[in-house]
C-alpha cells in the first residue's frame, strides 16, 4: 500500500475511533434527562437505570469483540470496519427517535456491538504498520480515544440543551460521514492468503484467550493489560465523587479537571510514544508508563489541595505510553493471520474492565466514605487502583525477566 492511501486508511480508522468515543460520551450528560422523559421516573431512578444503559453497552462490547477481530480475520478488515461505522450511524438515529425505554435498551445494546471495533481497527493498523512503528500509531489510536472522551461530554452536554434527542443525532450523522469517507478512502489491508476460517471457538472470549497460550507468553501479557485497564477504571468511574468528597469542587471545576487530563494523555500519545519506545523500546516504555500510573493513583491518596491535582494529572498523564507500547510488543509476538483474534481477545478484556471496574472501584469509594465512618477517605478508590496496577507491574516485570533470562538459567 503506497503511503497516500496508508495515510488516508490511517486517518479513517483514527476518525472511527474517534466517533465511536465520543458517540458513546457524547449522550451520558442527557441520558437522565431523556430517560425521565421516556419513562416518567424520578432523577435518582433514571440514573440507576443510565448504570444499566451503560453496562448493556460494555456486556456487548466484551462478548463481541472477538466476534468482529475473528470476522475481521475471514473476510477482511475493510467491510467489518465498514459495516460497523454504518450499523452504528444507523442505530443512534434510531435511538433519538427512541418511543419507549425498552428500544432504547435494544439500540444501546446494538450500539455495543458496532462500536465493538477495537480489534478490526487495531489489527488494521497492525496491519499496515512496520513493527517499530506500530507503538507510534497505535499511541494516535489512544489518542483519538482519549480526545473522544474529552469532545464527547461537552458537545453532549452543548447540544443537549437545545433537546435531550439531539446528541444521538448528532453521533449519528458523524458514524455516517465517517462511513461516507471509508467507502473511498479505506483499502483492504489483509491479502486474501493470510486470512484464515472463521471459528466459534476463537470468537468467545474465554476461547479467544485461550487460544493464544501457544504464543508464548502472549496471554500473560493481555493479562497484564486486563489489569492495567482495571485499575485505570477509577478515573472514569470514581473521579467526580472524588473530587467533589475531598474538594468540594463544582461539576464545571471537574470538567475542566476531567479535560486537562484528557489533553495531557492526548499529548503524550501522539508526541511521546514514538520518541520514548525509540529510546527506551516497548518495554522499557511499559514499565516507565505504568510506574507513573501508579505514583498518580498513590498521588490522588495523598494530595489535600485543589490545585494540586492539576500537577498530579500533567505528571500522571505519562501512564499513557503504557497501553500504545504494550499493545505494540503483545503483536509482535502473534502472526500476521491471528492478529485479529489477538484484538479481539484485547477488546473484550477492555470491555470486561469497564463492567467489573467501576463496580469494585466505586463500591470501595462508597464503603470508606459512608456516614457512619469516623474519619472518611475519599482516596480508598486511588489505593485500591494502584494496588492493581503495582500487581500489573509485577507480573509483567516476572514475564519480561523469564524471557530476557538466558537458556539453562535458574
Not at 483519538?144 to 437545545?162: K, R, T
Not at 446528541?167 to 484464515?196: C, D, K
Not at 490545585?307 to 510488543?329: E, I, K, Q, R, Y
Amino acid at each position: 500500500m503506497d503511503q497516500r492511501r496508508t495515510r488516508r486508511a490511517l486517518a479513517f480508522v483514527l476518525f472511527a475511533m474517534l466517533i465511536d468515543t465520543i458517540g458513546f460520551a457524547i449522550v451520558l450528560p442527557v441520558l437522565p434527562d431523556y430517560l425521565m422523559a421516556l419513562s416518567g421516573v424520578s432523577k435518582s431512578v433514571a440514573t440507576a437505570q443510565a448504570g444499566w444503559l451503560l453496562f448493556t453497552f460494555a456486556a456487548l462490547q466484551f462478548v463481541c469483540g472477538p466476534i468482529l477481530g475473528n470476522l475481521s480475520d475471514r473476510f477482511g478488515r475493510r467491510p467489518i470496519l465498514l459495516g460497523s461505522m454504518a450499523a452504528f450511524g444507523v442505530n443512534y438515529i434510531l435511538m433519538a427517535m427512541a418511543p419507549t425505554l425498552a428500544w432504547l435498551f435494544v439500540g444501546r445494546a446494538i450500539a455495543g456491538v458496532a462500536g465493538a471495533i477495537y480489534a478490526p481497527a487495531n489489527a488494521y493498523v497492525a496491519d499496515i504498520t512496520e513493527p517499530k512503528e506500530r507503538a507510534r500509531r497505535f499511541g494516535y489510536v489512544g489518542a483519538a480515544f482519549g480526545l473522544g472522551f474529552i469532545l464527547g461530554p461537552a458537545l453532549g452536554g452543548l447540544i443537549g440543551q437545545l433537546d435531550p434527542r439531539a446528541p444521538f443525532y448528532a453521533a449519528g450523522v458523524l458514524a455516517l460521514a465517517n462511513f461516507a469517507f471509508g467507502w473511498f478512502a479505506l483499502p483492504e489491508s489483509l491479502a486474501p492468503e493470510l486470512r484464515r476460517p472463521f471459528d466459534w471457538r476463537r470468537a468467545n472470549p474465554l476461547s479467544a484467550l485461550m487460544a493464544l497460550r501457544r504464543f508464548g507468553n502472549v496471554l500473560p501479557l493481555v493479562f497484564v493489560a486486563f489489569l492495567y485497564i482495571l485499575g485505570f477504571q477509577v478515573y472514569p468511574a470514581t473521579w467526580t465523587f472524588y473530587a467533589s468528597l475531598k474538594f468540594d469542587w463544582s461539576p464545571l471545576l471537574i470538567g475542566a479537571a476531567l479535560a486537562v487530563s484528557g489533553l495531557f494523555m492526548a499529548l503524550v500519545q501522539t508526541l511521546l510514544v514514538g520518541r520514548v519506545v525509540g529510546r527506551v523500546g516497548e518495554r522499557g516504555a511499559v514499565i516507565i508508563g505504568m510506574s507513573f500510573a501508579i505514583m498518580g493513583m498513590i498521588a490522588y491518596v495523598f494530595i489535600d489541595h485543589g490545585w494540586m491535582v492539576f500537577v498530579v494529572s500533567a505528571l500522571a498523564s505519562l501512564h499513557a505510553l503504557t497501553g500504545p507500547s504494550l499493545n505494540a510488543l503483545v503483536t509482535t509476538r502473534v502472526p500476521a493471520d491471528q492478529q485479529g483474534a489477538l484484538q479481539g481477545a484485547m477488546a473484550s478484556l477492555n470491555a470486561l474492565g469497564a463492567i467489573i471496574g467501576p463496580l469494585v472501584l466505586t463500591q470501595a469509594l462508597s464503603a470508606a466514605t459512608a456516614e457512619t465512618i469516623a474519619r472518611p477517605f475519599p482516596g480508598a478508590a486511588f489505593a485500591l487502583a494502584a494496588v492493581i496496577c503495582a500487581g500489573a507491574l509485577m507480573i509483567f516485570l516476572s514475564i519480561e525477566r523469564r524471557r530476557s533470562a538466558p537458556l539453562g538459567a535458574a
